[in-house]
T-cell receptor, first 113, second 112 residues
Framework: EPEVTQTPSHQVTQMGQEVILRCVPI?????FYWYRQILGQKVEFLVSFYNNEISEKSEIFDDQFSVERPDGSNFTLKIRSTKLEDSAMYFC???????????FGPGTRLLVL | GENVEQHPSTLSVQEGDSAVIKCTYSDSASNYFPWYKQELGKGPQLIIDIRSNVGEKKDQRIAVTLNKTAKHFSLHITETQPEDSAVYFCAASGGGSYIPTFGRGTSLIVHP
């Protein structure tokens, strides 16, 4: 069964450093999403992406965040200058065109020191 | 925007018992209600969903009910097994947006 994959599974970085989280959505899916989950809290929407542009974004997704689809398979989330409060689990998700069910990847656990 | 409340935050049951998790939503335009199971160290996985034109849906030991008037929906797991232990999230979306709003999650513990 096809699945969303994410790399790395864990990332430790120093405050102020840039990080790039990578996702490979399911191949025939065209809508992509990033969510974050701070430890013990609910899953929060960050951004959605379709047709090479951002469709929606939350108030969390400020100028420090950016997304990109650099090629036909990868979908990345970049945090330019990480803060301690960016420590969280980051999930990528995708849906097929016309669908509603989001398929989540296993997540990247980001720890900012 | 949409607000989803989920209760209880923790639910402990004996193997074989039933478990019920309840959620309420605020936006009457929401029309899609998925439930996700998140095992430790993994991403949320869809286990069942319901749309607003249906009042109940069942899949083996899992069922979901929806009351549009009261704006609440529930997950029912019968004959619970230890492998059902996980965090369960409800979510709601609709009104022109596919972005689900998640509840805070319920940690279900099934004791053998």
């Amino acid at each position: 069964e096809p699945e969303v994959t994410q790399t790395p599974s864990h990332q430790v970085t120093q405050m102020g450093q840039e990080v790039i989280l990578r996702c490979v959505p399911i191949s025939n899916h065209l809508y992509f999403y990033w969510y974050r989950q701070i430890l013990g809290q609910k899953v929060e929407f960050l951004v959605s992406f379709y047709n090479n542009e951002i469709s929606e974004k939350s108030e969390i997704f400020d100028d420090q965040f950016s997304v990109e689809r650099p090629d036909g398979s990868n979908f990345t989330l970049k945090i330019r200058s990480t803060k301690l409060e960016d420590s969280a689990m980051y999930f990528c998700a995708s849906i097929v065109t016309g669908g509603e069910t989001q398929y989540f990847g296993p997540g990247t656990r980001l720890l900012v020191l | 925007g949409e607000n989803v409340e989920q209760h209880p935050s923790t639910l402990s049951v004996q193997e074989g018992d039933s478990a019920v998790i309840k959620c309420t939503y605020s936006d009457s335009a929401s029309n899609y209600f998925p439930w996700y199971k998140q095992e430790l160290g993994k991403g949320p996985q869809l286990i069942i969903d319901i749309r607003s034109n249906v009042g109940e849906k069942k899949d083996q030991r899992i069922a979901v009910t929806l009351n549009k008037t009261a704006k609440h929906f529930s997950l029912h797991i019968t004959e619970t097994q230890p492998e059902d232990s996980a965090v369960y999230f409800c979510a709601a979306s609709g009104g022109g947006s596919y972005i689900p709003t998640f509840g805070r999650g319920t940690s279900l513990i099934v004791h053998p």
